[in-house]
């Protein structure tokens, strides 16, 4: 999948000139949508269909700072989905280098608006088959 791209910008650093924590966070989110977008599941399609898809947990760990004007890569991937929550591992370094600046995951789950799970391969088939395809280490989920 092709990385998703972003710069930091001045407001996203502390006092000490370095991204506050809590931003890693947005990028996660970012890249997740841009992922969904890629394999053909942009998040806005999907909410247009009834779909919700709260964030059960997330993990991070930061190994490197950044700062104000870095351009970061973040690496989506499916790292696993079972039909019912999907997980996500991140990969952040800043471009053209190999250093990982910080590892992350997110699950999620799948709802309508009413906050009942959605039963993904009757619902949501296409998408469920795409995700199944990712998580097994399938490039290409289309």
């Known amino acids: 999948m092709t990385p998703y791209r972003h710069r930091v910008q001045y407001y996203e650093t502390d006092r000490m000139g370095i991204v506050h924590h809590s931003n890693y ?3 996660m989110e970012e890249a997740r949508i841009a992922l969904l977008a890629e394999i053909g599941f942009p998040y806005e399609a999907l909410e247009a ?18 700062t104000f004007g870095d351009d970061i890569e973040i690496t989506a991937s499916v790292r696993d989905f079972n039909g019912v929550v999907l997980t996500l591992a991140y990969d952040m370094r800043r471009a053209g280098e190999d250093e990982t600046l910080c ?3 997110s699950e999620h789950v799948f709802l309508n608006r009413e906050g009942r799970f959605i039963r993904m391969k009757r619902d949501l088939p296409d998408f469920c088959a795409a995700l199944e395809a990712l998580a097994s280490g399938g490039e290409e989920a289309k």
């Open 49 to 66: 269909r009834g779909v919700v898809s709260p964030v059960r947990s997330v993990q991070c760990r930061y190994l490197r700072s950044c």
């Open 25 to 27: 966070i947005r990028w």
């Open 103 to 105: 590892r992350a995951e």
